[in-house]
């Protein structure tokens, strides 16, 4: 076998023999020819030693299962993992070993929406058949939202869920809160507030927001403003230890600790602990979240469906299954989203600048527009998002 470059693997007996003599054999090529590169040219072109035998092939199949289990857990794209396989056929066959694949990360699982091909979603399917539990989320995700298809992509996020696995946790509480997927009277809000709750055990922070905000509003639960309230300082403290933990040498800029009674500007990060000063960079969005808002984007050409919407804040891409699925904003309308999560982000990002409250007459499901003043956003202060109501 030959690298890359064409070399030949040495021999894996007398290697000290061998080496002597391909010494010899470069100085009296050079005493002959007195062209030193073109020697070595030649000695890197020169095929295999008969008989001789390749190292790599001696190498035990354990090793090697290891290499690449260890490359695909710390994988920073899927490139990363597929460089590998097309280097040789042995490598393809143990880089599709169900051992490596279930030990894929989040960042080699990540497929861009415009990438999306058979073979993507085959892949990910073989990463489900090996246990991977982020693979299950990530095409549930993706069969649930963007291939309309309810019951595989709700069955792979229950597995996944069934693995701890935080988002989908967090998702199906979405699905129970919206009866996404089936009618309005399919909603379950106390199994969604249960899905809520494990997913804000294991430090989903969306989850922990979204819990919060259920205490305070008595929705699917007996209300409890302050324990509400204390779930949302505890949003906000962990999106804020989750940024230092990435950036541990990163210094903390002092407009983040500086209280300014203006308005926040939109664009510039995302307001934690908003009514104490506290500014942050705008979270990363999940990949499988990624791929819903690239999918359904102008660039692909993608829609959710007629008089379907879309989620409004930009980091969720969740569209409704049915007409009216989401809340709106209750003073202007204009916005609806598919939790209290994403509207108390969304808020945070952009809203709070562009809510502008209107007289509305009521629509054709008889709606009405709300008081047009601030409720709650995170509920620190009671001064720090929108209400929203039923589409």
């Given at each position: 076998?030959?690298?890359?470059?064409?070399?030949?693997?040495?021999?894996?007996?007398?290697?000290?023999?061998?080496?002597?003599?391909?010494?010899?054999?470069?100085?009296?090529?050079?005493?002959?020819?007195?062209?030193?590169?073109?020697?070595?040219?030649?000695?890197?072109?020169?095929?295999?030693?008969?008989?001789?035998?390749?190292?790599?092939?001696?190498?035990?199949?354990?090793?090697?299962?290891?290499?690449?289990?260890?490359?695909?857990?710390?994988?920073?794209?899927?490139?990363?993992?597929?460089?590998?396989?097309?280097?040789?056929?042995?490598?393809?066959?143990?880089?599709?070993?169900?051992?490596?694949?279930?030990?894929?990360?989040?960042?080699?699982?990540?497929?861009?929406?415009?990438?999306?091909s058979e073979s993507?979603?085959?892949?990910?399917?073989?990463?489900?058949?090996?246990?991977?539990?982020?693979?299950?989320?990530?095409?549930?995700?993706?069969r649930f939202y963007?291939?309309?298809?309810?019951?595989?992509?709700?069955?792979?996020?229950?597995?996944?869920?069934?693995?701890?696995?935080?988002?989908?946790?967090?998702?199906?509480?979405?699905?129970?809160?919206?009866?996404?997927?089936?009618?309005?009277?399919?909603?379950?809000?106390?199994?969604?507030?249960?899905?809520c709750a494990r997913?804000?055990?294991?430090?989903?922070?969306?989850?922990?927001?979204?819990?919060?905000?259920?205490?305070?509003?008595?929705?699917?639960?007996?209300?409890?403003?302050?324990?509400?309230?204390?779930?949302?300082?505890?949003?906000?403290?962990?999106?804020?230890?989750?940024?230092?933990?990435?950036?541990?040498?990163?210094?903390?800029?002092?407009?983040?600790?500086?209280?300014?009674?203006?308005?926040?500007?939109?664009?510039?990060?995302?307001?934690?602990?908003?009514?104490?000063?506290?500014?942050?960079?705008?979270?990363?969005?999940?990949?499988?979240?990624?791929?819903?808002?690239?999918?359904?984007?102008?660039?692909?050409?993608?829609?959710?469906?007629?008089?379907?919407?879309?989620?409004?804040?930009?980091?969720?891409?969740?569209?409704?299954?049915?007409?009216?699925?989401?809340?709106?904003?209750?003073?202007?309308?204009?916005?609806?989203?598919?939790?209290?999560?994403?509207?108390?982000?969304?808020?945070?990002?952009?809203?709070?600048?562009?809510?502008?409250?209107?007289?509305?007459?009521?629509?054709?499901?008889?709606?009405?527009?709300?008081?047009?003043?601030?409720?709650?956003?995170?509920?620190?202060?009671?001064?720090?998002?929108?209400?929203?109501?039923?589409?």
């Amino acid at each position: 076998m030959r690298t890359r470059r064409g070399l030949c693997y040495p021999k894996e007996v007398n290697m000290c023999v061998a080496n002597n003599s391909r010494a010899v054999k470069r100085r009296k090529l050079e005493v002959a020819g007195g062209d030193t590169i073109g020697c070595r040219r030649m000695l890197k072109e020169s095929p295999q030693i008969a008989g001789g035998r390749d190292l790599f092939d001696a190498l035990p199949d354990d090793i090697l299962l290891t290499i690449l289990c260890k490359l695909s857990s710390t994988a920073a794209c899927p490139a990363d993992l597929i460089n590998v396989l097309i280097t040789c056929k042995r490598l393809n066959g143990l880089g599709l070993h169900s051992l490596v694949l279930s030990k894929s990360s989040q960042k080699m699982l990540e497929v861009k929406a415009k990438n999306w091909s058979e073979s993507a979603h085959r892949f990910l399917k073989l990463c489900v058949d090996a246990g991977n539990i982020e693979a299950c989320f990530i095409l549930g995700m993706i069969r649930f939202y963007c291939l309309h298809n309810r019951g595989s992509g709700a069955s792979l996020m229950a597995k996944a869920a069934i693995g701890s696995h935080a988002s989908a946790l967090y998702s199906l509480a979405i699905v129970q809160f919206n009866g996404s997927g089936s009618s309005k009277n399919d909603k379950d809000l106390r199994a969604g507030v249960a899905l809520c709750a494990r997913a804000a055990f294991l430090g989903h922070v969306d989850a922990l927001r979204e819990l919060g905000h259920c205490l305070q509003d008595g929705y699917g639960v007996k209300q409890n403003v302050a324990e509400g309230r204390r779930f949302l300082v505890q949003a906000n403290a962990r999106e804020l230890a989750t940024f230092l933990a990435a950036a541990p040498s990163a210094v903390v800029p002092s407009s983040w600790l500086t209280w300014n009674p203006h308005r926040h500007v939109a664009g510039s990060g995302c307001p934690l602990l908003s009514d104490f000063g506290c500014n942050v960079p705008t979270p990363e969005a999940h990949p499988a979240n990624r791929f819903l808002a690239d999918w359904f984007s102008d660039q692909i050409g993608n829609t959710p469906g007629s008089g379907l919407r879309l989620c409004s804040h930009s980091g969720c891409g969740r569209p409704e299954t049915r007409r009216h699925e989401f809340r709106r904003c209750s003073a202007c309308g204009a916005v609806n989203y598919c939790s209290r999560a994403c509207q108390a982000l969304d808020w945070k990002l952009r809203h709070k600048v562009q809510c502008a409250p209107v007289e509305r007459l009521a629509d054709d499901d008889g709606y009405f527009n709300g008081d047009g003043n601030d409720h709650g956003g995170d509920g620190i202060n009671g001064n720090g998002g929108e209400a929203m109501e039923e589409s």
